[in-house]
């Protein structure tokens, strides 16, 4: 399958949890990588591998994969998590990149 | 340290061609894919394709074969994306990124240009 589908918009409350997803028949094979977009700004990767995080993405930001669903959580929302978040991961049988249509995310 | 430098905005006339930059930093060139991606105003990111810098081979999502090249440049440590025949529609803002793959040998992205401008008006 080709698509990766997530919730267009998800708000949370300051210092609440929020659990942002992406579907997808191909994440029962291959990893999930996310990113964060803000206004303005080139994406930003905060997760790759499913629930790896790069140097510099502070621990409340966490992920998993489980059958064709990988979530993104954030746990204690903080206003500089607002943004657009995107899941990516690839094509089933080929080297093509895919990316979910993106989440919005408000910090409340 | 560690980035990647993209050409400034360019305006063009549908049915023109437009080549966009992208100069690598702060680490060995050949050593990491590049690929290229695009965002449309208000819109998500679509990938475009890579170019392995080591030999030039390219790999291109279907809907951009035969009109987009990618290219680089060792010597200066820098790639390239033209696209041809431009349509309105491919007004956007044109990313490069630095790849790695994982265990599972999906490709993310660690490293962003700041993105150019693609802006095709009559």
């Known amino acids: 399958s080709s698509d990766l589908t997530q919730d267009p918009v998800v708000s949370v409350p300051l210092g609440q949890t929020v659990k942002i997803t992406c579907q997808g028949d191909?994440?029962?094979?291959?990893?999930a990588t996310w990113y964060r977009q803000k206004p303005g700004q080139a994406p930003l990767l905060v997760i790759y591998?499913?629930?790896k995080r790069p140097s510099g993405i502070p621990a409340r930001v966490s992920a998993s994969r489980s059958g064709n669903t990988a979530s993104l959580t954030i746990t204690g929302a903080q206003a500089e998590d607002e943004g657009d978040y995107y899941c990516?991961?690839?094509?089933?049988?080929?080297?093509?990149?895919?990316f979910g249509g993106g989440t919005k995310l408000t910090v409340l | 340290q560690v980035q990647l430098v993209q050409s400034g905005p360019e305006m063009r006339k549908p049915g023109t061609s437009v080549k966009v930059s992208c100069k690598a930093s702060?680490?060995?060139?050949?050593?990491?894919?590049v690929h290229w991606l695009r965002q449309a105003p208000g819109q998500g990111l679509e990938w475009m394709g890579w170019?392995?810098?080591?030999?030039?081979?390219?790999q291109f999502a279907q809907k951009f074969v035969g009109w987009v090249t990618m290219t680089r440049d060792t010597s200066l440590g820098s790639a390239s994306l033209e696209l041809t025949a431009l349509k309105f529609d491919d007004t956007a803002i044109y990313y490069c990124?630095?790849?790695?793959?994982?265990?599972?040998?999906?490709?993310?992205?660690?490293?962003w240009g700041r993105g150019t401008l693609v802006s095709v008006s009559s």
């Open positions: 170019i392995n810098p080591t030999n030039g081979a390219t």
């Open positions: 591998s499913n629930y």
């Open positions: 990124a630095r790849a790695s793959r994982d265990g599972y040998n999906t490709w993310y992205f660690e490293v």
């Open positions: 702060g680490y060995t060139f050949t050593g990491y894919y």
């Open positions: 990516s991961s690839r094509e089933t049988g080929n080297n093509i990149v895919l």
């Open positions: 191909t994440l029962r094979t291959y990893s």
